[in-house]
């Protein structure tokens, strides 16, 4: 199978365009505009929809590729691999594949999703039935040519799919996957645990023992300072003001050698301070 690129180091970036940045300077300005912030990588948002077209898409790929800036892109909201609804699912997987699809052709790495709501069933059973649609979903890219890293994501909210535990076996069993890390949503979804140094580390023990493909390598994750409680996430907020231990995060990830991309999922009015943050914080590491 093709893989997508590798990193030599870890690339932090903004989740969207950076806020200062018109939108009539399209994507191709949008990285032109985190170049100038010193910021190294950035998530297209097609949560909504997937708003480049085909042509921009090729405009994107060739600075991409001149500024090696690495691209990766959230898919749909919309996307549920264990609906009770047949359509849905099919819904579904055709949504991720056009966001494979348009993530690739501008020179993108990986896709990211939330695979499932537990809904009634029992959660290794949603785990099965994951693995059973993104084989299809990886399946019908191959023959499409579509070679982008499909990143079930962890999630925030105790009724979503997407415990790292889940994610080492849905990685294990479907080859394009590898795990969307969101650190903060981890934090948040246990109601405040996971926040210490040691406990990150025992999470990254468990995805390269776990999962190997050279994940520790191979890594996308998303950060934020965020507001929590029984029901997991409520919503993100500027990192000044939330408990997140993030300076012993990028420890644990320095520790661990982890290469790839950190995406900071900052509120807006706090988007470039929270990124810089996050850069001055792996740096001081
Ligand atoms: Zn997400």
Request: net charge negative.
């Amino acid at each position: 199978m093709q893989y997508p690129q590798e990193f030599t180091k870890l690339y932090i970036g903004p989740s969207g365009r950076p806020v200062d940045c018109p939108p009539i300077r399209r994507t191709t300005g949008a990285i032109e505009s985190c170049i100038e912030h010193g910021w190294s990588t950035m998530e297209l948002s097609f949560t909504n929809n997937i708003y480049i077209k085909e042509r921009e898409a090729q405009d994107v790929a060739a600075l991409r590729e001149a500024s090696a800036f690495p691209l990766s892109c959230h898919g749909s909201y919309f996307i549920n691999l264990a609906s009770e609804e047949p359509a849905k699912i099919a819904q579904s997987k055709a949504r991720i594949i056009q966001g494979a699809r348009r993530i690739q052709q501008c020179g993108g790495h990986s896709i990211v999703f939330h695979s499932a709501f537990y809904g009634s069933m029992d959660p290794a059973d949603v785990t099965s039935q994951v693995i059973a649609e993104l084989s299809e979903v990886q399946q019908q890219m191959q023959e499409a040519g579509i070679a982008v890293w499909l990143r079930p994501e962890l999630t925030g909210k105790p009724t979503q799919h997407g415990t790292p535990w889940e994610l080492v076996e849905v990685c294990n069993a479907v080859e394009m996957a590898l795990p969307c890390i969101d650190w903060s949503h981890m934090h948040a979804r246990n109601n405040g645990g996971w926040n210490s140094y040691d406990e990150w580390c025992q999470l990254l023990e468990l995805l390269g023992e776990g999962i190997g493909k050279n994940v520790l390598q191979r890594m996308h994750m998303h950060v934020s300072g965020i507001e929590y409680g029984e029901a997991g996430e409520k919503k993100h907020i500027p990192l000044p003001q939330s408990d997140l231990n993030y300076r012993e995060l990028m420890k644990a990830l320095k520790a661990f050698d982890v290469r790839g991309t950190l995406i900071v999922e900052a509120p807006d009015e706090n988007q470039a301070g929270d990124v810089d943050l996050f850069i001055e914080a792996w740096e001081s590491a």
